[in-house]
């Protein structure tokens, strides 16, 4: 078993034990590997409206996602007003080679290219460098209510 230290949502910290399996077994689903891959290649955090209308996937099922990320341990989120923040956990030093891994792989049908450009138009909406103004796809926008 792996052990490492996460950042909780009061930003003590908290030792939990994680096996190899889980953080592999969430890496295997395509989405979450856009996820992170997306904040590896940005080094930035983000918030769920911004990866909605950056991967093109409803919030419910980005949430589903994000939630198996945390409990992988690989990112860790922080509440700011109506806003979550997601951003990648770093330590332990393993980590990094992981996220320099999921960096490399191929990008055969430009997914992660088309995820990026989105993502960068996306974060130029930010005000202050936070999120002001919510899902702006109008594919979700209305599932978001």
């Keep these: 078993m792996i052990k490492y230290i996460y950042l909780h949502y009061s930003a003590s910290m908290q030792t939990i034990t994680i096996q190899a399996e889980t953080i592999f077994q969430a ?70 080679q992981l996220y320099a891994t999921v960096q490399a792989l191929p990008d055969l049908n430009d997914i992660y290219s088309e995820d990026l450009k989105l993502f960068c138009k996306r974060l130029c909406l930010r005000e202050g460098g936070r999120c002001q103004t919510g899902i702006q796809s109008e594919e979700f926008k209305t599932e978001a209510g």
């Design 27 to 96: 890496l295997a689903d395509k989405t979450r590997l856009r996820i992170i891959r997306l904040m590896v290649v940005t080094g930035d955090e983000s918030c769920l409206c911004e990866l909605v209308d950056s991967l093109l996937e409803p919030s419910y099922k980005l949430s589903r996602h994000l939630k198996i990320l945390r409990q992988a341990g690989l990112l860790s989120s922080q509440k700011e007003g109506r806003w979550v923040y997601h951003r990648l956990v770093t330590k332990p030093a393993y980590l990094e």
